[in-house]
Nanobody, 115 residues
């Protein structure tokens, strides 16, 4: 059973930075895709950033140029570096991964950006 555990969320002022971590219970070397999604109150869950096992990245339009996703296969961890945070970045951030064609979600970590 794959478990994903997020950490690093919290309260930050607009313009600040946070780094989220997602630790997997298994080796992520074989993960086809790992990604971060977020969900704001009253809104649908949306893609923030994704990274393939080859290192190819993609980003949601709202975060391009401000967020960076990376992975450390040796530590079975995926990171999301968030800079120039805005109040509209507030939400629960979820880690997502696909292993052998099956999708897994973490429990989420709250990010709150104050104006």
């Amino acid at each position: 059973q794959v478990q994903l555990v997020e950490s690093g969320g919290g309260l930050v002022q607009a313009g600040g930075s946070l780094r989220l971590s997602c630790a997997a219970s298994v080796s992520i070397f074989s993960a086809n895709t790992m990604a971060w999604y977020r969900q704001a109150p009253g809104k649908q869950r949306e893609l923030v950033a994704g990274i393939s096992n080859g290192g190819t990245t993609n980003y949601g339009v709202a975060v391009q140029g401000r967020f960076t996703i990376s992975r450390d296969n040796a530590k079975n961890t995926v990171f999301l570096q968030m800079s120039s945070l805005k109040p509209e970045d507030t939400g629960v951030y979820y880690c997502y991964a696909i292993f052998n064609g099956r999708a897994y979600w973490g429990q989420g970590t709250q990010v709150t950006v104050s104006s």
